[in-house]
C-alpha cells in the first residue's frame, strides 16, 4: 500500500538515525528479520532533502505556469504588444548556465564518489558561473535600459523584466545554497552520517541548480522566440 | 496498552529559556498552538467587523458613538460612511479567509496532530515550520495596519501614509471585496477611499500569507511522505492526515498563483505596467492616460484560480477532523474508509478545474461556461460520497453525544445545508439572476465559512485534553454547540430568500430600494441572531482559557479512540513519544472489532501472530538497546 513513496527509500540503510542518532543501524546495515521488512523504515532523515526540492519545485513550478498563461493571455488580447529585440548577451547567459549545471552535476558525482578533493574546485566554478549568469542578466537590463526600453515601455518589457527577476531571485537563492555547501562539505568527511546527510544535500541543491537552468531556457524561449 | 518499541531514540533535550520554548519555538506543538491563538485574534477582529455591518444594514442611519469617536472620518457623528461600509466587507472576507479558516484548520491542527498521528517526532524541517508562524503572524500585522493607515486622518495624510500610495482616512482598508478585482484595485488612490495605501498593504499582506502558507505546504508534504513511523502505510493513516496532506497539496499548487497575480497587480499600481489596466477608464470627469490594453478578466482567472482550491482548503480539514471524531463517538469505523480517500482526493483535483464558475457573468463564452458548470456539479459526486458515509459510520450506532460529537453532527448538517445551494449556483442559468446576491452570502458562508468553522469547534474539543491535559467544560460546551448552530442558521436560512427576492451583495444599506422595504424585519431578525451567535462566543473563548487552568484533567486516552496522539502523554512530551517511536500494525478506526476485549483497538496493538511470534521467538529484544 505504500507503493507511492517506495522510491525514497533506497538510501534509507544509511540515511536512519542522521541526527537523531538512532545508531542500532548505524554499523548493523539493514536488519534481516521478517519484522523489520514488513514495516519499512521511512523515518530517513536524509531523504527530506530530497523530497522537500521536489516539492517546492512544483510551487515554483506552478508561479511561472500562472505567469506565463498571463503572458500569453496578454500578448493575445490587446494590439499594443511591441515585441523586444533580444539583447544579445542573453545568448551568453544562456551559455553560461549550461555549463554551471555541467560543472554542478561534476561535482555531485565526485562528491558522491567519495573524491572530496576534486569535488570542491567544481562546486566553486559553479558559483563563479552563476555569479557570471546574473551578472550578464544585468548587463542585458542595462542594455535596454540605454534603448530606453523600461518596465512599464510595453506588456512585452514588462513580462521581460518580471520573468527575468523572479528567475534571477530563485537563481540567488540557488547561489546561497550553493555557497552553504561549500562552506559545509569540511565537515562532511568526519563521519558517515554527517556525509549521508552533506550528499543530500548536495542532490538537492544540484537539482534545484539544474531545474533553474532548465527554467532559464523555457522563459527565453517564450519570451523571445513564441509568437 | 502495549506501545512497540522498535528502537531506542536519542532524545533532543526540550529547550529550558522561555523564548525558545513559546516564543521562537522549533516544536510542531508550540506552532500549533501559536498559530491557532493567532486564528483565534483574527476571527475577534473579523466577527466585531460583522456585526458592524449588520448594524449598518438593520439600524442604518443610527448613530454609534464609539465609532465616530474612533473613525471621526469613516463615521462622522458615529453614522457609517459607506466607503466605511465596503472596507469592513473586504476586511471581514480577507481576515476571515485567510488569517481564520487557513491557519487554524492547517497550520493550527495539522501542524500539532499530523506528526504525532503519523508516529514522527516533528515536522521535516522544523525551522521552515517556525517561519511559516512568523511570516504568517507579519502578513496578519500588515493587514492590520491598513486599519490604522486608512482609518485615521493624522497617519494617511503623514509621510508614511503618502509613501504608502495615499491613504484616505475614511476607511478601515480597501473598498474592493477580498478578490480585489481589477481595475478597481489595480489604479491606486484615483479608484476611490481605501484604494491607496489600503490596497496596496492588502497585496503585501496577500504575498506575505502566500510566502508563509507555501512554506507550511512543503513541510507537510514532506514529513506526510518521509517521517511516518514503522507500519503507517498509507492506507492505515488517519482521515485527518489525508485531509492536511491533500489540503497541503492544494496550497502548494495554488498559492503560487495567487502571490503571481499579486505581483502583476503590485507592479501595475507601483510601476505603470498594464497587465489589467485597460486603456480609457473613466474616473469622475478624467481619463486615465497613463495605462492601456490590459485585461480585468486575467486578474479574474488568476484570482479564481487560486480562490476555488482555497475554498477546499478552509473545508477538507473540518472534513477530516469530522470523519475522525464521528467514528471515535459512534463507536465504528468509518464507512467506507478507502471511499473517503478517494473523495477527498478527487474534491481537491476538482477544486483545480472549476474557478470558471466565479465568473459566468464575466462575458465568458457559453461553452467554456458550461463546461465549468458540468465539471462544478460533478463536485457533488464526491461530497455525496462523503456525506452518505459520514450518516453511514452513524447508522446504528450507540453514539455518546459529547460537545465534539455534537459539533462534529454540525459540521455534517451545516456542509449538506450549504453545499446543497452550490448545485443551484454551480448552473449557468440560475446563476446569472443569483450572482452578487445574498444568496451567494449565504451559500458560501454556510458551506465555506461556518461548516469549517464547526470542523475546527469539534477539533478544539476533541484534542483540547490532550493538548493540554484537561478537558474543556462539557455543560459550556453544549450551550455553545446548541445556541451557535441555531444562530448560524437564524443567520443564513433568511438570507437565502433575501437573495431570492433580488438583494444584492456589498450594499452599504437598502434605504432607497423601495422592492426591498417588506424585507427590512428579515434583516433585523437576521442582525438580532447573529449578535447573539457572535457573543455565544464569549462564552467558547471563556471555556477555552478557563479550562487551561482549571479544567477537569484528562487521562492519556479519555475518549478511548485508536489513533497514535492517544498513546502518548497528556500534553505530549517535547519529542510526542519520550523517545520511544510506536509502531502501527492496524488501521485507523478499529472499533467494535469483533472478538476483542474493548470496543476499540489501538494502532499500536499487535495482532494475534505478531503477538506469538514475539512471545516464541524472541528475535525483536536483540535490536534494542
Known sequence: ?227 | MSVETHEAVHRHPAPTSFIRKYIFSLDHKVIGIQYIILALAAVLVGMTMSVLMRLNLSWPGTSWSILGTLFPAGAPGGIMNPDFYLSLVTMHGTIMVFFVLTTAPQGGFGNYFLPIQIGAEDMAFPVLNMLSFWVTLLGFLVILSAIFVEGNTTIANSAVGVWLGGGSGATVGPIGGWTGYAPLSATGAVAGPGQGAGMNLWIISIAIFCVGSLLGALNFITTLLNMRTKGMTLMRMPLTCWAWFTTAVLALLSFPVLLGAGILLLLDRTVGTSFFVPGGLVFGSSVLTSHTGGSPILWQHLFWFFGHPEVYIAILPGMGATSHILSTFARKPVFGYRAMVFAIFAIGLLGFFVWGHHMFISGMSPYSAMTFSILTLSIGVPSAVKTFNWLGTLWGAKIRFSTPMLFAIGFVSLFVAGGITGLVLGQTSLDLPMHDTYFVLAHFHLVMGVASIFGMFAAIYFWFPKMFGRFMNERLGQLHFWITLIGVYCIFVPMHTMGIVGMPRRYAQFTEYRFLDTLHPLVVFVSIAAIITVLTQLVFYFNLIWSVFKGKKASANPWEATTLEWTTDSPPPHDNFAGVLPVVYRGPYEFAVPGAPNDYVMQTEPDASEQAERAGGDGHNGHKH
Open chain 1, 1 to 227: 500500500m505504500a507503493t507511492t513513496v517506495t522510491s525514497t527509500r533506497p538510501d534509507v540503510k544509511i540515511g536512519i538515525g542522521g541526527s537523531k542518532g538512532r545508531g542500532s543501524n548505524g554499523n548493523g546495515g539493514p536488519r534481516r528479520n521478517g519484522h523489520d521488512r514488513r514495516f519499512p523504515d521511512f523515518q530517513a532523515s536524509a531523504n527530506r532533502y530530497r523530497i522537500g526540492v521536489w516539492v517546492g519545485l512544483a510551487s515554483i513550478m506552478m508561479m511561472f505556469t500562472a505567469l506565463s498563461s498571463a503572458y500569453i493571455v496578454r500578448a493575445a488580447s490587446s494590439s499594443d504588444w511591441q515585441p523586444l529585440a533580444m539583447p544579445r548577451i542573453l545568448l551568453l547567459s544562456t551559455a553560461l548556465i549550461l555549463v554551471s549545471s555541467g560543472t554542478l552535476e561534476t561535482a555531485r558525482r565526485k562528491f558522491r564518489d567519495a573524491a572530496t578533493k576534486a569535488y570542491k574546485p567544481w562546486l566553486l566554478l559553479t558559483l563563479l558561473l552563476g555569479l557570471m549568469f546574473l551578472g550578464s542578466q544585468l548587463l542585458a537590463w542595462r542594455q535596454l535600459v540605454r534603448q530606453g526600453v523600461y518596465v512599464a515601455s510595453n506588456p512585452h518589457s514588462s513580462f521581460f523584466y518580471l520573468l527575468t527577476a523572479a528567475h534571477g531571485v530563485h537563481l540567488l537563492g540557488g547561489l546561497i545554497a550553493l555557497g552553504y555547501l561549500s562552506l559545509r562539505t569540511r565537515a562532511s568527511r568526519d563521519n558517515q552520517l554527517a556525509f549521508t546527510r552533506a550528499q543530500a544535500s548536495a542532490d538537492a541543491v544540484t537539482l534545484y541548480w539544474h531545474f533553474m537552468d532548465f527554467l532559464w531556457i523555457y522563459l527565453f524561449v517564450l519570451l523571445f522566440f513564441v509568437r
